[in-house]
C-alpha cells in the first residue's frame, strides 16, 4: 500500500515572485568573485618598508612643503605696522610663516566651496554701500584646490570690505580703533 503524504500545496509562481527571485540571484552572482578574496586582503595594509629598500634609494623622498598643492603666499600693505609684511601658508597641514596658520586654513576650506571661486572678485554691477575702509590692500599667490590663485583685495567700498572680511585671519583684522566700554549704572550728575 502506498502511502500519500499530505504536504501543503505549492503556490503558484507569480511574475512578482519571479521577478524577485531573479534579482536574488543576480545580486548573489555580482558578489561570487569576492569570495575569492585572501582575508589578509580585507585589511589592504601596505608591507612594512624592507631595510634593502631604503638603503637602494627605492624609497620617496619625504614631502616638503613646497611640493604640497595648498600654498598660498599673502602680501599685505598699509594694513598697519603689525599686520603689513609676505606671510607663506601652507594647509593640509598647516605650516608656513602665517601668523595663524590653522584659522587662515580653516577659513579657506569654509570658503571652498565646488564649482565657485573663494577668491572671486566682487561681481561688476553689484550695488554697494560707499564705505571706506582704509588703504589697505593684500595679494594673495599660488595654488588652492589644484588651481592657481592671483586675487587682489582692497577696503575701498562695502562689497569689498566684506569680501576682505570673509578671509579673516587669512588677511588680517582691520576694523575701527576700540572703543571703551560704556559704563554700566546711574551716569554720573554735573552740577551746574
Do not use: K
Not at 63 to 71: A, I, S
Request: charged content about 20%; some cysteine; glycine content about 10%.
Amino acid at each position: 500500500m502506498v502511502s500519500v503524504s499530505s504536504a501543503p500545496p505549492v503556490p503558484p509562481v507569480t511574475t512578482r515572485c519571479r521577478r524577485r527571485v531573479l534579482a536574488a540571484l543576480a545580486v548573489t552572482a555580482c558578489l561570487l568573485p569576492l569570495t575569492g578574496l585572501p582575508a589578509a586582503a580585507a585589511g589592504a595594509m601596505p608591507p612594512p618598508v624592507r631595510p634593502e629598500d631604503r638603503a637602494s634609494g627605492a624609497m620617496p623622498p619625504p614631502v616638503r612643503p613646497e611640493d604640497q598643492g595648498d600654498h598660498l603666499t599673502v602680501v599685505v600693505r598699509h594694513a598697519g605696522v603689525e599686520r603689513d609684511g609676505r606671510y607663506d601658508l601652507y594647509c593640509h597641514p598647516e605650516a608656513g610663516r602665517h601668523p595663524d596658520p590653522a584659522g587662515a586654513c580653516r577659513v579657506l576650506d569654509e570658503n571652498t566651496r565646488w564649482g565657485r571661486d573663494p577668491f572671486a572678485p566682487v561681481a561688476p554691477g553689484t550695488v554697494c554701500t560707499m564705505v571706506h575702509g582704509g588703504p589697505a590692500t593684500a595679494r594673495l599667490t599660488g595654488t588652492w584646490a589644484g588651481r592657481p590663485v592671483d586675487a587682489t583685495y582692497d577696503r575701498g567700498d562695502g562689497c569689498r570690505i566684506a569680501r576682505w572680511d570673509r578671509m579673516v585671519p587669512l588677511l588680517p583684522r582691520i576694523g575701527a580703533p576700540a572703543q571703551a566700554e560704556p559704563q554700566t549704572g546711574t551716569p554720573a550728575r554735573t552740577e551746574p
